[in-house]
């Protein structure tokens, strides 16, 4: 079947020396997101809405829940 087949064709690749998943590099640590978004955080403490907080700092509505999940509602 396909997931047999996916598994072993991966297994055969990582063995040959792939490398499976994103590239090194491709998401920013957590501390270069708090010093990016620091606007946004020092907002969303605030308890500014949502929407508010994306119109003020020119930043996606998508992005300022993101930060919030991750920073704010610990």
């Not at 064709?9 to 490398?19: D, N």
């Not at 270069?32 to 020092?42: F, L, N, R, T």
Request: charged share 40%.
């Amino acid at each position: 079947n396909i997931e047999y087949r996916l598994r072993s064709g991966l297994k055969v690749y990582r063995e040959a020396g792939g490398r499976v998943g994103r590239k090194p590099g491709s998401v920013k640590p957590k501390e270069k997101k708090e010093k990016e978004y620091a606007e946004v955080i020092k907002l969303l403490i605030k308890k500014y809405p949502l929407r508010m907080v994306a119109k003020l700092t020119s930043t996606s509505l998508s992005t300022v829940q993101r930060v919030k999940k991750e920073f704010v509602d610990v």
